[in-house]
């Protein structure tokens, strides 16, 4: 069912989408490439990438999962009583939680390099690298650090479904921060 792939896909990146969105609540202070430039004459990485914004993401990404953890099943009967169909939400585990967090991160960090490199300034927009690099990067740690977990539970339709809802949500959580005045613009 297409619902329940979509629910899987939302379900097994909740660290990641967690990550990824609170950076910019977690950041300021030191920059990770402590201010320094690169050959080119720009920076490695840019102001927009903080000690603080990696550990404080990464460590509520991690948060998040523990509490799908200690909750999945729960949530999950949860979700079949009110949709009253037996849809279980697939197991998290710790270690994936924390490497799809970090990965996200580090995802996040690939694209600012890039984007210094080609000399888009820090804050402009990169469409479409700024919406899946973290998927990237979170997926790639997955694949490494948690290759069981992320192999038995990152089937084709599932990770379609990712590519697809991410920008989604990734437009609609934007618009939601403008109409609640979190955002000067709807983007
Ligand atoms: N942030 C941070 N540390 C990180 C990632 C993000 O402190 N590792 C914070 C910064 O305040 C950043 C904000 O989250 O400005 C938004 O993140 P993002 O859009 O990724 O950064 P940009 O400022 O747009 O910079 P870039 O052009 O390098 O993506
Ligand atoms: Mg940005």
Known sequence: MIIETILTAFWLMLPAYFANSSAVIFGGGTPIDF???MPDGRRIL????????LIGATCL??????VQIMGGTYISSIFS??????YVFPQMIIVAAFVLAVGTLFGDMAASFLKRRINIERGAQFPVIDQLDFVAGAWLFAYVLAH????SN??????????????LLHIATNILAYK????????
Do not use: C, E, H, Q
């Not at 990404?61 to 523990?66: D, E």
């Not at 009583?81 to 037996?86: G, V």
């Not at 069981?148 to 192999?151: G, S």
């Open 148 to 151: 069981d977990w992320f192999i």
């Open 35 to 37: 201010g320094r430039n």
């Open 61 to 66: 990404g991690t948060a998040v999962g523990l």
């Open 154 to 167: 990152f089937s084709l339709p599932v990770m379609v479904a990712v590519i697809i809802i991410t920008p």
């Open 46 to 53: 840019g102001d927009g990438k903080t000690f603080k914004g």
């Open 81 to 86: 009583s009110i949709s009253l169909s037996a």
């Open 180 to 187: 609640l005045g979190l955002k000067d613009v709807p983007w």
